[in-house]
Structures are given as C-alpha cells and as structure tokens.
C-alpha cells in the first residue's frame, strides 16, 4: 500500500529553523519526483519545493535560498529543511508523489508548521 | 506563472442535484507533444490532504465515482457532479501542471 507521512512540524520562533520529513511506503522515493505543497490559514495550496529522481531541486520563489529539500535512500524518507522562517510560513505542509507527467498522485496527511513569537 | 480562475467561491446544491465548477487557466496547457491539457481536480475534506479525482482535464482517477467528471474548451475547464451526494461536501481545487504548478482558491460544496 502506497502512504506518505509527514512528520516534523510545530511551533518555532521568527528566524528559526525546522526540519520535516515524509516516511514513504510502497514506492521508493528515489525512482520518483517528490514535492512538498503548504496551505496556509484560509489560503490556498502552494508548491514549495520539489526534488526529482535524478537529484535536482527546484524551489518556488517564496522559499528560495531559505528551504532545502532531500531524500535519504536507504530510509526512503524525503525531508524539508525550513530555516529563516518567518510568519507567513504558517501552514500545513503536504509531501506528494509526483508522476512522469508531473501530476500530484498521491499526498501525505499533512503537518502543522506556526512561526509565531 | 500560470494563474488559474475558479468560480464561485462557494456552491450550494441539494442533494441529487448537479453542482458545477469552473476553472480558466491564464494560458494554455495544452502540451503539443501529447495533445493533452495538464489540469487537475481535487477534492479536500476537513483534515485531510487534497485527493486527485481528475487528471488530463477529463480522466477519472482510480476509484473515483463516475459522477465526477470534467471537460475543457480552450482554457475553461469545467468539474461537474452530476448527482450531489452528502459524501461530496468539501472544497474542490482545480490545478494546471504544465509549468510549474499552481491551484485555484478552491469552491466549496454545501448542501442546501
């Protein structure tokens, strides 16, 4: 069976940093494009970062130079390394699967991130 | 990036009856080399994550009732439930994966 959970998430201060992860079950997450997507309160979803099979990372503009995503083979395990975070990374944070076609197939349960003094 | 419009906001049908939601993209998402649009619908209950329900504009993913259907014209996409059912109440998300990828503000389904 196919399951993405995220993990990781809490309460950290303005400028801090916090590292998520997503345990993945049932496929291997270095044959596969993994992403990370973040709602935020009353918003909408935002793709944040994404890593493809071949290693390359690609970020979107909001978290540029800020956020860093990985995998770890062996562990099957994609994380997402947040650091200078500010108020407005508050959200729910999602891992997918991304297909060849760049379709979100299948998502995680999320979890919660709050920057807040 | 490409923008995508959906309409209304927020939508209440009786149960049984049709809901219909619609989605424009800025520009196409057409790719020429498969003559497929790259656009999505999802589906996200309180508490969970969004659940694909349509791929390639038109295809039903796996398990998902045939009341759930879509269409395209152009760069106007259409989401339709044909027969309401007191499961569907949840907010639903178009997406255009052509470049990079971006969601509409989502409509939510009530009853009426």
């Known amino acids: 069976e196919v399951q993405l959970v995220a993990s990781g998430g809490g309460l950290v201060q303005p400028g801090g940093s916090l590292r998520l992860s997503c345990a993945v079950s049932?496929?291997?997450?270095?044959?596969?494009?993994m992403i990370w997507v973040r709602q935020a309160p009353r918003k909408g979803l935002e793709w944040v970062a994404v890593i493809y099979s071949d290693g390359s990372t690609y970020y979107g503009d909001s978290v540029k130079g800020r956020f860093t995503v990985s995998r770890h083979n062996l562990q099957n395990t994609v994380y997402l390394q947040m650091s200078g975070l500010r108020s407005e990374d508050t959200a729910v944070y999602f891992c997918?699967?991304?297909?060849?076609?760049?379709?979100?197939?299948?998502w995680g349960q999320g979890t919660t991130v709050i920057v807040s003094s | 990036d490409i923008v995508v419009t959906q309409s209304p906001d927020s939508l209440a049908v009786s149960l049984g009856e049709r809901a219909t939601i619609s989605c424009r993209s800025s520009?196409?998402?057409?790719?020429?080399?498969?003559?497929?649009?790259?656009l999505a619908w999802y589906q996200q209950k309180p508490g969970q994550p969004p659940k694909l329900l349509i791929y390639w504009a038109s295809t039903r993913a796996s398990g998902i009732p045939d009341r759930f259907s879509g269409s395209a014209s152009g760069t106007d996409f259409t989401l339709t439930i044909s027969s309401l059912q007191a499961e569907d109440v949840a907010i639903y998300y178009c997406?255009?994966?052509?470049?990079?990828?971006?969601f509409g503000r989502g409509t939510k389904v009530e009853i009426k």
């Open positions: 049932g496929f291997t997450v270095n044959s596969n494009y």
């Open positions: 997918a699967r991304v297909d060849m076609s760049s379709l979100m197939d299948v």
């Open positions: 520009q196409s998402v057409l790719h020429s080399s498969n003559n497929k649009n790259y």
């Open positions: 997406q255009q994966y052509f470049t990079p990828w971006t």
